[in-house]
């Protein structure tokens, strides 16, 4: 008889360190470093049979675990509540009496095991976002999965005051104001792995909708040789990274991987030897060693207040988590005239519409010049399953990213049980970096257009668009993905 890894208890594998991996005659059991060994002696009675022992290090035993009770182990608030759903979404929605039943009674228990089963498998297949949207017709649960939006439940609607209400009280908020949004969060810990919940509920016409963005305390871990940059991209960024002042900025729309970006790059400069300060809206991430403003605009605590202050604090590096404003651009520009580094994002298409957006708020084209050390725009392209990608036929569409004298096989997604049948697996960045170099701050001072400024900037390397088609042309990702990553409306070096 072979048994499933899962059967051991989960209380049981995580406090004695004990996981099982395999259930064959001889079981194999990993055992974490520095656990009892005499936790053994009851695997091997409840199993039956004989064990081959693998020693594994703490930190892969804590991954190991969460991979295995991924399903299976939820705790909400360090532990007060744990998830059990061999079954899956599926065996939750059905654990849910009829409606009016359910209307009527007391216990709630089937509405916190669907909401923890929920965020168990957002957690599971990567998810960033739960989206619990509220129509007159249904409850609808989609999950943002590498950056696109998928449905995963149907409900009926008269489920949705109740499932907002539990999301509600996990989150701390008020449940009976439901005309004004809220904001809240939620800790949780699936295994080893920890989740920080971020809430957000919105009021609509057919009930409250609610978005909770899971934020995985592991990337705050990641260096930046793990984001997959160009090592042109990355040594740039290392060289302005070590420089005593002047402005570092990075690019992209919501949700392309800015704010890891600059952690990472504070991971690097955390030696010890400096004084780094933030001020962001909101803190996504607490870094140990790294002293960390949240934005609250409701007592006056703005960007622009936030970098007034924490200059006060004797900073070397500070970090503003987006330039909005004209108070906020001006202050930055100071700080690093002033002898500081500063690293921000600016919302632009690309690394040299930023020039242009600070030039728009104000900040005098002689301090742009002298000031800002590097740029570096950056999107996030879906990865091609490497199980199922198949190769395909040049088309107009590659033609007009690749070029027609391109010869190499193109790859286009298929689908499998692997990626869920999307045909993509993970994302990778895309990134364009403009080095402000002689040259640069030349035509920056004397105000010249974009046109000038890409045709300077880009005279020796890739732009976002040769960077997409890098990655089509390796095999990484497909033309239709590259296309609607990158595509950039009018932008002055477009080339999509």
Do not use: W
Request: glycine fraction near 10%; proline fraction near 5%; charged fraction near 20%.
């Amino acid at each position: 008889m072979t048994m499933a890894p899962t059967a051991l208890a989960y209380g049981f594998a995580k406090r004695h360190g004990v996981l099982l991996l395999e259930a064959a005659a001889t079981a194999r059991v990993a055992l974490r470093e520095g656990a009892d060994p005499r936790a053994l002696l009851e695997v091997r009675r409840a199993l039956g049979r004989a064990l081959e022992v693998v020693p594994m290090p703490r930190a892969a035993f804590d991954r190991r675990l969460s991979e295995v009770y991924a399903g299976g182990a939820l705790a909400v608030d360090g532990g007060s509540e744990a998830l059990a759903a061999p079954g899956g979404l599926d065996a939750l929605v059905g654990d849910i009496p009829a409606t009016a039943d359910l209307l009527e009674s007391q216990d709630d228990a089937p509405i916190i095991r669907l909401i923890n089963g929920v965020i168990a498998e957002a957690a599971r297949l990567g998810a960033s976002d739960i989206h619990v949207e509220s129509y007159e017709t249904a409850l609808v649960v989609r999950f943002r999965i590498d950056g696109v939006m998928r449905e995963v439940l149907s409900l009926s609607p008269r489920l949705a005051p109740m499932l907002v209400s539990r999301i509600k009280v996990m989150a701390r908020l008020d449940i009976a104001e439901k005309r004004l949004p809220q904001d809240g969060r939620i800790s949780l810990a699936m295994g080893a792995k920890a989740l920080d919940v971020r809430v957000s509920t919105l009021p609509s016409r057919g009930g409250e909708r609610v978005v909770m963005r899971l934020l995985d305390k592991d990337q705050t871990t990641l260096e930046l040789a793990e984001l997959g940059m160009r090592p042109d991209v990355l040594a740039a960024l290392r060289r302005a990274l070590a420089q005593p002042n002047g402005i570092v900025l990075v690019t992209g729309p919501t949700g392309s991987g800015k704010t890891t970006t600059l952690y990472a790059s504070l991971a690097l400069l955390r030696d010890g030897s400096r004084n780094i300060l933030t001020v962001e809206d909101p803190v996504e991430y607490a870094i140990e060693g790294i002293g960390q403003t949240q934005v609250n605009t409701k007592v006056g605590m703005t960007f622009a207040a936030g970098l007034r202050a924490i200059l006060r604090q004797d900073p070397d590096v500070v970090m503003v988590g987006e330039i909005r404003d004209a108070e906020t651009a001006q202050i930055a520009v100071q700080a690093s005239l002033t002898g500081h580094l500063v690293l921000s994002t600016v919302h632009t298409n690309d690394a040299v519409g930023a020039i242009t957006r600070l030039r728009d708020m104000g900040v005098e084209p002689f301090l742009l010049a002298s000031t800002v050390r590097l740029i570096l725009a950056q999107r996030l392209v879906r990865r091609l399953c490497p199980a199922c990608r198949a190769p395909r036929a040049p088309d107009a569409a590659s033609a007009r990213l690749l070029g027609p004298a391109h010869a190499g096989t193109l790859y286009g997604p298929t689908g499998c049980a692997a990626c869920g049948q999307t045909g993509f697996a993970g994302r990778v960045g895309v990134y364009e970096v403009v080095q402000v170099d002689e040259t640069l701050r030349r035509l920056i001072g004397a105000n010249a257009d974009e046109t000038a400024l890409a045709a300077a900037a880009f005279a020796a390397g890739p732009d976002l668009a040769a960077a997409a088609a890098d990655l089509v042309a390796r095999g990484e990702t497909s033309v239709e993905e590259a296309l609607r990553v990158i595509r950039q409306e009018g932008g002055p070096h477009a080339a999509v």
